[in-house]
């Protein structure tokens, strides 16, 4: 990202409620066929979405709605305690259809802007999730081709150890409600999981997974450990 964002301010956005604060950052792809496309739906009132920055495919980074407001990205889901993720994350959506690569200058761009918004608001590498993550009935952004390993190495977020001790399958999906992901289809948890932490994988949920969740869950436990809503 080169300069600040460039503000094209959405009127699809509101207070926090209950006075929360961002402890979270949820990333999206818009999944449309061009980034103008997708800037036009987030800032039209009648689409009732937004977020808070648009990251272009080359590199701009477009500033929506005010990182203290609350914007409509996250809809129906959770991580950990948070049910109303919109009033306690700020949304950045890449500007990609969902089946192509992210390029180099976008990704460098994201993590400018990562990096910016974890310092600013103290949240941790582990808070910094995926559409996915919190709502995997519905959703599958940013999808396997996103580099979650790159960002973690980058302290912007997190990844399993590389030997992580063995566990047994039974116990993948206690681990992953420990790290943060909701109540969902058996399914389409593990989906979620394995896009963001082992896109190589197939069949059923096997020990990898499991010690790989563990291992999250262990290191990361969502809201310090608290039990999930």
Known sequence: MTGAPLVWPSPNCG?????????????????????????DRLCDPAAEVSAHYLVLPDGPVLALV?????????????????????????????????????????????????????????IPPERVIGHAD??????????????????????LSVWPAADPA?????TLLPALRAFGYP??????????FRDRFRPWASGPADA???????DLARRFPVDGGAPAA
Not at 105 to 114: G, H, R, V
Not at 142 to 150: A, L, N, V
Not at 166 to 170: C, E, G, S, Y
Not at 208 to 214: I, L, M, S
Request: glycine residues 10%.
């Open 15 to 39: 207070p926090r409620r209950g006075g929360a604060r961002p402890d979270l950052v949820v990333i999206h792809y818009t999944g449309m066929a061009s980034w103008e496309a997708a800037r």
């Open 66 to 122: 005010p990182e203290a407001l609350r914007a409509w990205h996250a809809g129906a889901g959770a991580w950990g305690a948070a049910g109303d993720v919109n009033s306690r994350s700020i949304g950045i959506e890449l500007a990609n259809p969902g089946d192509a690569p992210f390029p180099a200058p976008q990704t460098a761009a994201l993590e400018t802007l990562l990096a910016g918004i974890l310092a600013r608001w103290a």
């Open 134 to 155: 919190m709502a995997p009935d519905r959703k599958a952004d940013p999808g396997p081709r996103f580099d979650w390993r790159r960002l973690a190495r980058l302290g």
């Open 166 to 170: 063995p566990a047994a399958p039974a």
């Open 183 to 192: 109540a969902a289809d058996p399914a389409r948890l593990l989906a979620a």
């Open 208 to 214: 990898g997974d499991a010690a790989a969740a563990a």
